[in-house]
């Protein structure tokens, strides 16, 4: 499904990386730029609109580029459902996750009611990664 990217909202609740890193936007708008085809973005479709949970660095390729529309998988869900599946994307496509990503996630599991007085193994099923990078943080 194609949707405009004046419609796609951010919102740092669902960004799980601790930066959008302004070189990889740069080498993905030229690789889009030659052609090259990627994988869509991943939105959810809230009351607050369709926020953006997965493909920021190609929004930010793909807004530099002045294109209007974009491929988009679209789930339908709650603000809170769109922030839960953005802790354990990236993990095997795009940008490798940096360990201070990977910590980010952790801490906002770790900070979450939800989720708070979860095992090692748990946090680390959600946010993929190893349970020895959860017991780290802990």
């Known amino acids: ?30 690789k889009m730029e030659r052609g090259e085809k990627f994988p869509p973005i991943v939105v959810f479709s809230t009351d607050s609109g369709y926020l953006l949970v997965d493909g920021f660095h190609r929004y930010f390729a793909y807004l530099s580029l002045g294109t209007e529309e974009v491929e988009t998988v679209v789930h ?11 802790w ?4 095997k496509h795009g940008l490798p996750r940096s360990n201070a990503t990977k910590r980010l996630i952790i801490m906002k599991i770790l900070d979450d009611p939800e989720y708070a007085h979860s095992s090692a193994r748990d946090i680390a099923r959600i946010a993929n990664v190893s349970h020895t990078a959860v017991n780290k943080v802990i």
């Open 1 to 30: 499904m194609k949707i405009s990217l004046q419609d796609i909202v951010i919102n740092k609740d669902t960004q799980s990386r601790d930066i959008v890193d302004e070189a990889v936007v740069h080498e993905y708008a030229e």
């Open 76 to 86: 339908k869900g709650t603000e809170r459902d769109a922030e839960k599946f953005s």
């Open 88 to 91: 354990g994307v990236n993990d």
